[in-house]
């Protein structure tokens, strides 16, 4: 097998194998490193999106939804169900099968694109721009061996973030892996971080029959989205049985024989005590910077451990690039993938572009929750005068219909161009509605775009349609 190539991706997550397909389809010769392995010692590729994130918890979150609506919202539609039970060992085994068919589909696409796929860990060991980058790949079993290319893509990803005197056991200290992977339901379970990964595992869980008890130190809930939805979702969490304490300030842990204890104070500076079977933490993620080689070639990363790279994801290096979790931006699965193509295009010499302002972020809670561009607050902190419209699903007659008429759409535009600046949806199947936001953005569209567009009727969308009415003070249906 040749060890020389045009292009070597040092990982095999969203922005890793996507870089490495799109560098083969401009007719680059690619090498792909990944360590991940499954419970067998196979080849894993994906990395933490399809293995331990994104894809396993949409499958539990399914799973627990459709569980919750058997118990609870069958009987309005007319449904009996008796002897309602959950069987967690069948529930994981679907999980598990869902993963391995997307590693199988990366690695049939590697094939497919002709990327050459290493199954080990990868780190950089010295070289130069001119004369080439050298790449060692430690395999689980054998002999490293080492590959060299002008280009070297670095997508490591990211890992969770522990708490200080509180390692992950993965048995009653859980990160996402170890909540992903619980074999039964707790009684009792407790979430430090009330975030994206937080909200989502704490509420399959839930759904389950578990108690659960989020702490979040922020005084705000879901600072990032727009207040309007952050106090309808923590309404409605609330409403579920979600335990949310905010400004809490945890100020000792200790695993015990039946758990977890954590001592904290609330929001007002009182002494508190949580004590649960087990205790998810998801305090965030930092870069997978960790035994890389970055010391051994001069790669400039920062005092987080994020490598340092310009607006097209050059490092301080000629040839290396970095993309996805390692890098500046957001933390999220497609973003990396929109910078692992750009960096392969800008590597075979075209001049791709990626517009931060218009990637859309989800919460696939129910309801879930989903924005592109700016929030209400932020225009307002930045003195530009802006209109909103809004929509509420409980005037769409498609909501009614499916039994889910929770949340609304939220259109903001300029004040004076009418430009469309942020849309906020909490609501069913907001995920999916979110995309014809990031679309109309992405082409500056206006609010009146969208409301001369036909929508089908009766369609969720036609709730997009309705905000976009709004903003100019003419919806139809309230």
């Not at 993938?337 to 590597?347: D, H, N, P, S, T």
């Not at 567009?453 to 100019?472: F, N, Q, R, W, Y």
């Amino acid at each position: 097998m040749s060890s020389e190539f045009d292009v070597i991706v040092i990982g095999a997550g969203p922005g890793g194998y996507i870089a490495a397909i799109r560098a083969a389809q401009l007719g680059l010769r690619v090498a792909c490193v990944d360590s991940w392995a499954n419970a067998r010692g196979g080849a894993a590729p994906g990395g933490t999106c399809t293995n331990v994130g994104c894809i396993p918890s949409k499958a539990l979150l399914q799973s627990s939804e459709h569980y919750e609506e058997a118990g609870h919202a069958f009987a309005a539609h007319g449904i009996t169900v008796s002897g309602l039970q959950v069987d967690v060992a069948t529930m994981q085994q679907r999980r598990a099968k869902i993963v391995q068919q997307n590693n199988e589909g990366i690695l049939y696409l590697f094939k497919k694109n002709k990327v050459t796929f290493f199954h080990g860990l990868g780190r950089l060991a010295g070289g130069n721009g001119d004369a080439g980058w050298q790449v060692a790949v430690q395999p689980r079993e054998g002999e490293a061996q080492t590959l060299t290319a002008r280009q070297v893509i670095v997508a490591t990803g990211s890992v969770p973030r522990s708490l200080p005197g509180l390692d992950f056991d993965e048995k009653r200290v859980l990160s996402n892996t170890g909540a992903l992977e619980i074999d039964g339901v707790p009684r009792t379970l407790g979430v430090i971080g009330a975030g994206v990964i937080g909200l989502e595992l704490g509420s399959v869980w839930r759904r389950l029959g578990a108690q659960v008890t989020l702490l979040e130190a922020m005084p705000d809930f879901l600072a990032a989205a727009d207040a309007q939805v952050a106090k309808e979702a923590l309404k409605q969490f609330t409403r579920q049985g979600l335990a949310i304490h905010l400004g809490a300030k945890i100020t000792a842990t200790a695993v015990t024989k039946k758990g977890v204890r954590v001592e904290w104070t609330d929001a007002k500076g009182a002494a508190q005590v949580l004590e649960v079977e087990r205790l998810i933490v998801s305090v965030g993620r930092k870069p997978n910077t960790d035994g890389l080689g970055a010391e051994a070639v001069g790669l400039a990363v920062d005092q987080r451990g994020f490598i340092e790279v310009d607006a097209d994801c050059r490092t301080n290096l000629p040839g290396i690039w970095a993309v996805g979790d390692v890098v500046r931006g957001p933390m999220l699965a497609h973003k990396a993938e929109e910078e692992g193509v750009a960096v392969a295009e800008r590597i075979a010499g075209q001049k791709p572009h990626v517009d931060f302002n218009t990637v859309p972020w989800v919460i696939y809670t129910a309801p879930e929750i989903a924005w592109v561009g700016q929030t209400e607050q932020q225009l307002a902190a930045s003195g530009r005068a802006f209109k909103t419209g809004s929509f509420p699903f409980a005037a769409n007659g498609r909501a009614r219909a499916i039994g889910d008429t929770t949340g609304f759409v939220k259109m903001l535009a300029d004040a004076q161009t009418d430009e469309i600046l942020g849309v906020h949806v909490i609501g069913p199947m907001a995920s999916e509605l979110v995309a014809e936001a990031a679309v109309a953005m992405e082409f500056r569209a206006s609010s009146e775009d969208i409301a001369r567009i036909c929508h089908a009727h009766p369609t969720l969308s036609e709730a997009m349609k309705e905000a976009a009415l709004g903003v100019a003070g003419r919806t139809l249906n309230i």
